[in-house]
């Protein structure tokens, strides 16, 4: 499987080890890019509030009171509790600073600058330090200090705007969209930052702000306005771009999807569903003139399929050569025979909840491949490893922990 399903093999190859990355995130987008830079072996240490651990840890369905997204989003770090507001806490992440290559935080611009662990501070105490700090606004601007979510990148940037069926309201995710592309872009930043100290030797801060990426992959809407005045409608499934492009509902009650971006695509289908005819028609000849025309379209193709079973429909798809794909659910995903070859949901033992099936890394390398070598771990259980393993004597953990820094 190219690496990808050997739980063991990144531990000591995997193409960032070495790298220590100190996770002082919540929730979701800078927790993520940890994660994504664990995956591929860096060793990543979880900092969190004594009192107050990540949130994640309560989001979503539990087992035995053990939060599952937290089995996903905590995998491969080492958790400790470090409360920074206190002299204790902010001397300790300082040394802990020291060591690290890569800091990730997701406080409030100034947070870290009122316990005396700013840019200043942190690069003072490692030079070839990278600070990523993770907000929705950024650090500087207008909204800079307001509190915001994903879920305001998802309004603020027009993803919002352009999703839904054109006569009903605009429609948001219902999941963690922005945070998640956010979170894949502060990884790639982090990459970036540190080549960039291949040459420099010095580090530099990331100022990541969640309502950017996401308008970065909504691709070329503030182009069509700035040259064209365009504005981006609602079109439901349709696209503006080439048709046939819809969902459609099979004869046995379940959906398919179909989509026609290449020309040939579409004429494949409109054989197949026994419209050749459509294929001499002016405007067939590229995708937006069938876009214009997608009423046509969608009743020829919605009518052959409703005649047909989903796996009749997928296998004539297949045959034809035309583009199809099941809408399944989380159910169909678990079984599906594509996932199951490229081991894209894996199982992982863990010592709380016995082996659990998440998500694998995400992608794979022949040579250097990633690997999920633990699932998220309990509250602080590695405080006392981990500072251990810094120097702090049994004495000085031990006083931390009757302050209330631990």
Known sequence: MN?????????????????????????????????MLGDFGAEVVKVEHPAKPDPSRGHGPSKDGIGLWWKLLGRNKRTITLDLSRPGGRATLLRLAATADVIIENFRPGTLEKWDLGWEE??????????????????????????????????MSGFAAITGEPDSPPTLPPFGLADSIAGLATAYAVLAALRARDTSDRGQMI?????????TVLGPQPLWYDQLGHVQPRTGNRSAN???????????????????????????????????????????????????????????????????????????????EAAVAPIQDVRDVMEDPQYAALD???????????????????????????????????HGADTDAVLTELGLSDTEITTLRSEGAL
């Open 207 to 215: 100022d990541m702000a969640i309502i950017e990426p996401i308008l």
């Open 122 to 155: 942190l690069s003072a105490a490692n030079p070839r330090l990278v600070l990523a700090r993770v907000t929705a606004f950024g650090q500087f601007g207008p909204y800079a200090h307001r509190p915001g979510f994903g879920t305001l990148a998802e309004a």
């Open 3 to 35: 690496g990808h399903t050997d739980h063991e093999a990144g531990t000591d190859r995997g193409p960032l080890t070495g790298l220590r990355v100190l996770d002082l995130a919540t929730l979701f987008a800078g927790p993520l890019a940890a994660t």
């Open 344 to 378: 894209t949901l894996t199982t992982v033992a863990d010592p709380e909840l016995g082996p659990l099936r998440m998500q694998n890394v995400l992608f794979r390398l022949s040579a250097t491949p990633g690997a999920i070598r633990w699932a998220g771990r309990p």
């Open 242 to 320: 080439n048709a046939p492009r819809n969902t459609y509902r099979t004869a046995d009650g379940s959906w398919v999807a179909v989509s026609t971006s290449a020309q040939s695509i579409a004429e494949r289908l409109m054989r197949l569903v026994g419209r050749p005819e459509l294929i001499e028609e002016p405007w067939f000849a590229t995708g937006a003139d069938r876009a214009r025309h997608a009423d046509v379209l969608d009743e020829a193709v919605g009518t052959w399929i409703a005649r047909h079973s989903r796996a009749e429909v997928l296998d004539a798809f297949e045959k034809a």
